[in-house]
């Protein structure tokens, strides 16, 4: 099949967020290939023009966009160059997911396998490279790092476009139609202070660390319960501070704003009387974070390891600021949309947090909402929590979300020819993160936009896959649409 043959090739390219150069002119080269037009906007963003097929020249314009970038995650045991290593690709065949028991999936071996948003990218060129599908004039708009803050749709100019109707195909469940999709903004908490040099005497280290957890998409999977390396980590050491005088040096956890945090580690000193009783406590905790997490992240693993002790500590003052500052932050569901109870509203992601040894912290979270207003709520709240502890709180990258009407001529279309081609009823909803579409109507008002996909599960996670029957209806509705 079509799809398949071009995945398999995008898989074998190396194209993180931030390193697309090789994908980017692969498109290029493919484009040249088929003799069609393509250009390269400012920020990157590839634009293949194709003409209409014949007799269908006076049609209005259709786009169809998808992004290069994948969000590049190992498990613990997989070492992969994500600048130059392509992806192992397997079939899980029918019967041997536990969790997807009647689906053949494809997944990669130990990494995100960047099905998000790359079956979406796939499937574009599959329409470059077989002339004989039919199609209104074309345009096929490839952009960059949707992962890392949509810097492709936020720095391309408005005009570029030419068509009326948009498809984006960035949607992670078959048989659903997205008309609208959250607004979010990113906020970083900071401080700084002087690292304390005077290390407690009779003191021992422990190298704190936790693991196992399955992580996830921050706005599709922020509803399933999955256990938050840096809450839990704070957890336990409020506890250690508390109970047993421990000082923090070090607090490392979470990667990307738009993932669950499914790693973290710090460095403690603990009074060296009291580190056996330590020892029990990781053991007895490990045990409580697999009860409270079980059936849904039981995977989770807590550990201790003596080590040498540390150059210096955080201040007591500071660390305790620190770490009452994450506890309080609320992380997760705030509350499901009153319109579709079945989608969350408003959420936020404590996706990282990171101190050096030169007197710095921060901590990164993730502000969703298909309520502009309510975004804004919570970021205030969150501002408020950090900068009681002392901290600086900075917004980055606010967006809006988008939202096209319900009985909207293009929404109607698409339930009909779904119905149609399957038989059965597609579902119209809402997707609790950012997709580009919210970017892309601001810039472009006129045009009407919907977004659709295969079946995607764990995206920005070691254990993503997608659904293999999947694909093959995404593709059929695809070239029926067009």
Not at 36 to 56: F, L, Q, S, W, Y
Not at 437 to 449: H, K, V
Request: charged fraction near 20%; charge should be negative.
């Amino acid at each position: 099949m079509f799809v398949f043959e071009e995945f398999e090739k995008l898989c074998a390219i190396p194209h993180p967020s931030g390193c697309l150069d090789e994908i980017r002119a692969y498109i290029i080269k493919c484009a040249q290939a088929c003799g069609v037009e393509v250009e390269t906007d400012a920020v990157g963003n590839v634009k293949v023009t194709m003409p209409a097929t014949a007799g269908r020249e006076s049609e209005p314009g259709v786009i169809l966009q998808a992004h290069m970038d994948m969000v590049p995650q190992t498990d613990a045991t997989t070492q992969h160059n994500w600048q130059h290593d392509g992806l192992k690709l397997q079939r899980v065949a029918v019967g041997q997911s536990d969790e997807y028991p009647d689906s053949e999936l494809i997944m990669a071996t130990g990494t995100t396998l960047g099905a998000d948003n790359g079956v979406g990218v796939a499937a574009m060129l599959a329409i470059m490279k077989h002339p004989e599908i039919s199609h209104a004039p074309l345009e096929l708009l490839f952009t960059v790092d949707e992962e890392t803050g949509m810097t492709g749709v936020r720095g391309m100019e408005a005009g570029w476009l030419k068509g009326k109707y948009l498809y984006n195909l960035d949607t992670e469940e078959e048989g659903t139609l997205m008309v609208s999709c959250a607004g979010a903004v990113n906020l970083t908490a900071k401080l700084r202070y002087k690292m304390d040099e005077n290390l407690p005497e009779g003191d021992v280290a422990v190298r704190l660390s936790i693991t196992g957890l399955k992580g996830g998409h921050s706005g599709m999977d922020i509803h399933l319960g999955r256990g938050n390396a840096v809450k839990l980590m704070t957890r336990f050491l409020k506890h250690v501070v508390v109970g047993y005088e421990a000082r923090l040096a070090s607090f490392v956890g979470g990667t990307l704003r738009n993932a669950i945090a499914r790693e973290a580690e710090a460095l403690i000193t603990v009074p060296a009387e009291v580190a056996d009783e330590l020892m029990q406590e990781v053991e007895y905790y490990n045990e409580l974070f697999k009860y409270e997490l079980r059936g849904v992240d039981e995977g989770v693993s807590l550990t201790a390891q003596a080590v040498e002790m540390p150059a210096a500590l955080i201040p007591e003052e500071i660390q305790d600021d620190l770490l009452n500052c994450i506890e309080a932050a609320h992380d997760g569901v705030l509350r499901m949309s009153p319109d579709l109870p079945s989608v969350v509203e408003t959420s936020s992601n404590l996706a990282s947090v990171y101190t050096s040894s030169e007197g710095v912290a921060n901590v990164v979270m993730l502000v969703r909402s298909l309520n502009d207003e309510m975004k804004r709520a919570l970021a205030s709240r969150l501002q408020s929590c950090f900068v009681l502890g002392g901290m600086k709180v900075d917004f980055t990258a606010p967006y809006s979300g988008w939202e096209l009407p319900l009985g909207a001529p293009l929404v109607e279309r698409c339930k009909r020819k779904y119905a149609s081609l399957f038989g059965t009823e597609l579902k119209v909803s809402s997707v609790h993160c950012g997709l580009e579409c919210g970017i892309l109507s601001s810039l472009y008002p006129e045009l009407e936009i919907v977004s659709f996909g295969p079946t995607i599960h764990h995206p920005h996670s070691p254990q993503e896959s997608v659904e293999v029957e999947s694909i093959k209806k995404f593709w059929k509705f695809l070239v029926e649409m067009l």
